[in-house]
Structure formats: C-alpha cells, structure tokens
C-alpha cells in the first residue's frame, strides 16, 4: 500500500508536534498577525485530529480508526480538537464529538510587541458553555496521544 509523500503515521505525529510548536510559537510573538495566527492554530486541530487516521491506516503498526476512536471518544482536549478540525474542514460543525455543534473558536486576543515586529495571540474555544484556552486544549491533546502510543509501546 502507498502512503502520502510516502510517509509513515511517525511522520504525522512529528508533523503534529511541529503545529504545536507554531501554536507556542503564537502565544510567545511571531510575525505574520491574526491571519498567521488564526491559520497556525486551526492547522494544528486538524493535524491532531488527523493522527487518528494515520495510525489507523498505517499497515505497519497494531492499530486501527476504532482505536483512535475510542481514545477521541474518552478525552476532552481531543474531542474539542475534533470539533474545531471537522468545523473546519467542512465549513460548519455538522457532527460533534463534544455535543455541542456551536464549538468553536469564538476569540482571541492580541498583543503586538512594538519594535519586535510581532504579536502574540491567545485564542480562546467556546463547547458546551465553558471557555477553553486554545493552548491548554492543544497541549492536552498531544499529551492524550503521547499517553496512547507510549501505552502501545510505539514512542
């Protein structure tokens, strides 16, 4: 079987690792504005929430799509990501891992450091009537897939 760019589900997941750094990399300053911004953090969901096809699809390894769903399924940093990759992907939230189809990413703050040339952004996510920091949700996240493929003794 070939796989994009003939990569492995490894390459995912350290593709996803760097849209965490481009999330970091947001919230410390960066150039680029809110566009850059916005793109990073909502290029980081859908990479997340796309490992769960990786890992079911990669041949090479014992897992399955069930697999991630059920880790999904069990954790609410991974359900949000869900949300916001499949919000995203599909223009609207059709279906929910949260419950809630309104989840989303409802708003940010900016901060532009004078001089730097630069600003840093905090995004924050709105599910089910609580307000989520966007980096605590994403940092939750790669720790519940961390967690999960540890626990299968593939990292």
Known sequence: MLSMLN???????ERVLRRLDDVRAVYRG???GTIWATDSVQSFFEAVHHLKDWTG???????????????????TNLQISADIANGSKHFNLTTTRTGDKGTD????????QLGAGTSAHRFYIQSDGVEYDAIDV???AVDAWRTFLS????I
Do not use: S
């Not at 990569?7 to 997941?13: E, F, G, K, L, N």
């Not at 626990?151 to 593939?154: D, S």
């Open 7 to 13: 990569q492995t589900w490894r390459d995912h997941w």
């Open 57 to 75: 699809n990669d041949p090479a390894i014992p897992l399955t799509k069930a697999d991630g769903d059920a880790l999904i399924n069990r954790d």
């Open 138 to 140: 994403a940092e939750g």
């Open 151 to 154: 626990g299968h003794g593939l």
């Open 105 to 112: 990413i409802t708003r940010n703050d900016a901060t532009v």
């Open 30 to 32: 960066a150039p680029g």
